[in-house]
């Protein structure tokens, strides 16, 4: 279990919520949430005339009445606080957790002439270059540039099985705070001190860098705007009850405020954003931000890298296929010329595999030789020899266009074997000596199991999945429909990732993209979701603004879970509250005005005993509604796979008219209670 995730409420964290929720009770704290901010003014008003209840004018209200008020209205923000501080409360749990995992290691600097010295880890900076050996702690972020080596992530992951982790390739990032389980490997430091992936995660989780989204930000709003609607309604009611002749005691005004204002969902609003961004964390994702978390809950298009997202990405050389007349050995020894020098994990498999064939390569024979390295623009890499032979293996499209250059033929047996190892769900690597075709490598690749299955389940979500692939055409249709994708790009390029991504956007569409490499990275920065994996390159985390520590693609599905079920969370307990208001009308404006028009009787439907008892109960009821409903803010309310019209009609029909209802039994029960306990007259 990971260590983030296996966090949930300890009875240490209720306590200390508790006496967090007094702390907040600070006006300069309070002010950032104008509905409890405004609950609090009328909390002190109340106060004061519990110990003057004639403070403003000759009042018919008892001491006692007033005193109840008062009471009731402290609860109503020590509940309010309280869900506030629960939500922190978790999140500061888990910072304490990640701190312990996070220590000032002994770190092997290499130095300038290659010899090791012992240094702490907070004085390595960015570029520096230390040696990890088999039981040593990492002691910062950084990339292998030599070596291989079993990395036990279980200190951030919570996984148990160690991950193969080497220089070059997409697996090379290694995270401050896990160990080197066997081998060793040189790392270049990628962070200055207080800036690692750790440090970032202990910061989110608790909070402190916490920033409300737009969409919050405008409910707040809106919340602000209502109170101050409705602020303007009372004030206003004061000088039309004196023309009429009722008498409005201040304390039962600033009741009447309470109950109107959008007191539930203002208390609860902080700890649904902050219960979102937990939750997510419970999932092992690192959330740069809760507009991240939101934007994930409305997305429509998903963009997945193959290699390592869709599949394990450890394309491994099955078999050598000569061409044009070649021999088999002359394949194999050429594939071994071309990838002797290729530090990715295909080229070593391909030398592994030549070797088994008997190709041997000879040092001391090429010495003068030069390496071409593989880039994204020629899709090839070899060896340029002493004597001027040149040989190159890459995308069999870049080996034609390299061969057509110096104009040789195509062998005609080319396409027919490309495409048989296409069907087959293979990647072929073509291989050329000079200006001739002479073979293909066959490279295999893994589809990751139950991708099928949850794909559907975006697609029933109404999201589109499509899946980007440096792979010919034929290899991409059968990857694509083996793992269940919508539409794919073959032979895609960084570029391509990204006008896909721009293509979405402009149709209106919010777009999701996962990946792990350094080619990911223009994609991940550009869409509106970018999910990189833990064990990808430093340069996608940083890219990205999720990270996902277990390094599954189809992660991306909870998440995208978690974030409509925050947005539904926040939709329906802001339903529920306003639902409620309708209740409160029949049981308190009766009570204020019956005795000046008697005709209003007929809007006392709950037939409530007494005006002051319809006014406590109200009151009550809307103190009490925000602890029942901590329990559905911090658990969120429960998502459902289906369209979005459903899950409106659903929730407006459980909360919206459950909301209505609701509160006229509440408050019917709150008054029978009171009358059956002689607490009013």
């Given at each position: 279990?990971?260590?983030?995730?296996?966090?949930?409420?300890?009875?240490?964290?209720?306590?200390?919520?508790?006496?967090?929720?007094?702390?907040?009770?600070?006006?300069?704290?309070?002010?950032?949430?104008?509905?409890?901010?405004?609950?609090?003014?009328?909390?002190?008003?109340?106060?004061?005339?519990?110990?003057?209840?004639?403070?403003?004018?000759?009042?018919?209200?008892?001491?006692?009445?007033?005193?109840?008020?008062?009471?009731?209205?402290?609860?109503?923000?020590?509940?309010?606080?309280?869900?506030?501080?629960?939500?922190?409360?978790?999140?500061?749990?888990?910072?304490?957790?990640?701190?312990?995992?996070?220590?000032?290691?002994?770190?092997?600097?290499?130095?300038?002439?290659?010899?090791?010295?012992?240094?702490?880890?907070?004085?390595?900076?960015?570029?520096?270059?230390?040696?990890?050996?088999?039981?040593?702690?990492?002691?910062?972020?950084?990339?292998?540039?030599?070596?291989?080596?079993?990395?036990?992530?279980?200190?951030?992951?919570?996984?148990?099985?160690?991950?193969?982790?080497?220089?070059?390739?997409?697996?090379?990032?290694?995270?401050?705070?896990?160990?080197?389980?066997?081998?060793?490997?040189?790392?270049?430091?990628?962070?200055?001190?207080?800036?690692?992936?750790?440090?970032?995660?202990?910061?989110?989780?608790?909070?402190?860098?916490?920033?409300?989204?737009?969409?919050?930000?405008?409910?707040?709003?809106?919340?602000?705007?209502?109170?101050?609607?409705?602020?303007?309604?009372?004030?206003?009611?004061?000088?039309?009850?004196?023309?009429?002749?009722?008498?409005?005691?201040?304390?039962?005004?600033?009741?009447?405020?309470?109950?109107?204002?959008?007191?539930?969902?203002?208390?609860?609003?902080?700890?649904?954003?902050?219960?979102?961004?937990?939750?997510?964390?419970?999932?092992n994702v690192l959330a740069m931000s809760g507009k991240a978390v939101?934007?994930?809950?409305?997305?429509?298009?998903?963009?997945?890298?193959?290699?390592?997202?869709?599949?394990?990405?450890?394309?491994?050389?099955?078999?050598?296929?000569?061409?044009?007349?070649?021999?088999?050995?002359?394949?194999?020894?050429?594939?071994?010329?071309?990838?002797?020098?290729?530090?990715?994990?295909?080229?070593?498999?391909?030398?592994?595999?030549?070797?088994?064939?008997?190709?041997?390569?000879?040092?001391?024979?090429?010495?003068?030789?030069?390496?071409?390295?593989?880039?994204?623009?020629?899709?090839?890499?070899?060896?340029?020899?002493?004597?001027?032979?040149?040989?190159?293996?890459?995308?069999?499209?870049?080996?034609?266009?390299?061969?057509?250059?110096?104009?040789?033929?195509?062998?005609?047996?080319?396409?027919?074997?490309?495409?048989?190892?296409?069907?087959?769900?293979?990647?072929?690597?073509?291989?050329?000596?000079?200006?001739?075709?002479?073979?293909?490598?066959?490279?295999?690749?893994?589809?990751?199991?139950?991708?099928?299955?949850?794909?559907?389940?975006?697609?029933s979500m109404g999201i589109k999945t499509i899946m980007c692939t440096?792979?010919?055409?034929?290899?991409?249709?059968?990857?694509?429909?083996?793992?269940?994708?919508?539409?794919?790009?073959?032979?895609?390029?960084?570029?391509?990732?990204?006008?896909?991504?721009?293509?979405?956007?402009?149709?209106?569409?919010?777009?999701?993209?996962?990946?792990?490499?350094?080619?990911?990275?223009?994609?991940?920065?550009?869409?509106?979701?970018?999910?990189?994996?833990?064990?990808?390159?430093?340069?996608?985390?940083?890219?990205?603004?999720?990270?996902?520590?277990?390094?599954?693609?189809?992660?991306?599905?909870?998440?995208?879970?978690?974030?409509?079920?925050?947005?539904?969370?926040?939709?329906?307990?802001?339903?529920?509250?306003?639902?409620?208001?309708?209740?409160?009308?029949?049981?308190?404006?009766?009570?204020?005005?019956?005795?000046?028009?008697?005709?209003?009787?007929?809007?006392?439907?709950?037939?409530?005993?007494?005006?002051?008892?319809?006014?406590?109960?109200?009151?009550?009821?809307?103190?009490?509604?925000?602890?029942?409903?901590?329990?559905?803010?911090?658990?969120?309310?429960?998502?459902?796979?289906?369209?979005?019209?459903?899950?409106?009609?659903?929730?407006?029909?459980?909360?919206?008219?459950?909301?209505?209802?609701?509160?006229?039994?509440?408050?019917?029960?709150?008054?029978?209670?009171?009358?059956?306990?002689?607490?009013?007259?």
């Amino acid at each position: 279990m990971s260590t983030v995730r296996k966090k949930t409420l300890t009875k240490a964290i209720v306590i200390q919520a508790m006496a967090d929720a007094f702390k907040k009770l600070n006006p300069a704290l309070m002010i950032k949430n104008p509905v409890m901010f405004v609950v609090e003014a009328g909390t002190v008003i109340t106060l004061l005339l519990a110990i003057y209840p004639d403070l403003f004018a000759k009042s018919g209200v008892s001491r006692g009445y007033n005193i109840a008020i008062f009471g009731i209205l402290f609860f109503t923000l020590l509940f309010a606080n309280f869900a506030e501080a629960l939500a922190e409360g978790r999140g500061k749990a888990q910072a304490d957790t990640l701190r312990k995992t996070k220590s000032d290691t002994p770190a092997k600097l290499v130095q300038k002439d290659g010899t090791l010295k012992t240094v702490s880890s907070t004085t390595l900076r960015k570029g520096d270059i230390v040696r990890v050996d088999a039981g040593d702690v990492i002691p910062t972020d950084g990339e292998i540039i030599e070596g291989l080596a079993s990395i036990d992530e279980s200190a951030i992951t919570g996984e148990s099985a160690p991950v193969i982790k080497e220089a070059g390739g997409d697996f090379s990032s290694v995270t401050g705070g896990t160990r080197v389980a066997s081998d060793y490997i040189v790392v270049k430091v990628m962070t200055d001190p207080g800036e690692s992936f750790l440090d970032r995660m202990i910061a989110l989780v608790e909070g402190a860098k916490r920033q409300k989204t737009p969409n919050e930000i405008a409910l707040t709003t809106l919340l602000a705007v209502l109170t101050l609607i409705f602020l303007i309604v009372i004030i206003t009611m004061v000088p039309l009850a004196s023309y009429l002749g009722i008498n409005l005691d201040v304390t039962m005004l600033i009741a009447l405020l309470v109950c109107l204002i959008p007191t539930t969902i203002g208390g609860l609003l902080s700890a649904i954003g902050i219960a979102g961004m937990d939750r997510v964390t419970q999932f092992n994702v690192l959330a740069m931000s809760g507009k991240a978390v939101e934007a994930a809950g409305d997305i429509d298009t998903l963009i997945l890298d193959k290699t390592g997202t869709i599949t394990y990405g450890n394309r491994m050389a099955a078999e050598f296929i000569p061409v044009a007349g070649a021999a088999p050995q002359e394949i194999a020894f050429a594939s071994l010329q071309a990838s002797v020098m290729d530090e990715t994990p295909e080229g070593r498999s391909i030398v592994e595999l030549a070797n088994q064939l008997g190709a041997k390569w000879q040092e001391e024979a090429y010495k003068d030789a030069v390496p071409v390295e593989f880039t994204a623009e020629s899709r090839m890499s070899g060896l340029d020899l002493a004597g001027g032979s040149a040989i190159r293996k890459g995308a069999v499209d870049a080996i034609k266009k390299y061969v057509a250059a110096k104009g040789a033929s195509i062998p005609a047996e080319l396409t027919e074997v490309t495409n048989r190892i296409a069907k087959a769900g293979g990647t072929p690597l073509a291989v050329a000596v000079d200006e001739r075709i002479i073979g293909v490598i066959y490279l295999k690749d893994t589809v990751k199991p139950g991708l099928k299955e949850r794909f559907a389940e975006l697609r029933s979500m109404g999201i589109k999945t499509i899946m980007c692939t440096g792979d010919n055409p034929l290899t991409a249709a059968t990857i694509a429909l083996e793992a269940g994708v919508d539409d794919f790009i073959a032979e895609a390029k960084p570029e391509d990732k990204i006008s896909a991504i721009k293509k979405e956007q402009q149709e209106g569409k919010l777009v999701a993209m996962t990946g792990d490499g350094t080619n990911d990275v223009p994609a991940l920065a550009q869409a509106d979701v970018g999910l990189a994996m833990n064990s990808g390159t430093m340069a996608a985390k940083e890219a990205a603004n999720m990270v996902d520590l277990d390094s599954d693609p189809t992660k991306l599905l909870s998440v995208v879970a978690i974030g409509k079920q925050l947005l539904i969370t926040r939709g329906a307990l802001t339903t529920f509250p306003i639902a409620n208001d309708i209740a409160k009308y029949f049981a308190i404006i009766p009570a204020l005005f019956i005795a000046a028009y008697p005709q209003l009787q007929d809007l006392n439907i709950m037939h409530l005993a007494t005006p002051k008892s319809a006014i406590l109960s109200a009151l009550i009821f809307n103190a009490v509604i925000i602890p029942l409903l901590i329990p559905i803010a911090m658990k969120g309310v429960k998502y459902r796979t289906m369209t979005a019209d459903k899950m409106l009609t659903r929730n407006v029909l459980v909360y919206g008219l459950g909301g209505v209802i609701v509160p006229f039994i509440g408050i019917k029960v709150i008054d029978w209670i009171l009358q059956g306990l002689h607490l009013i007259s």
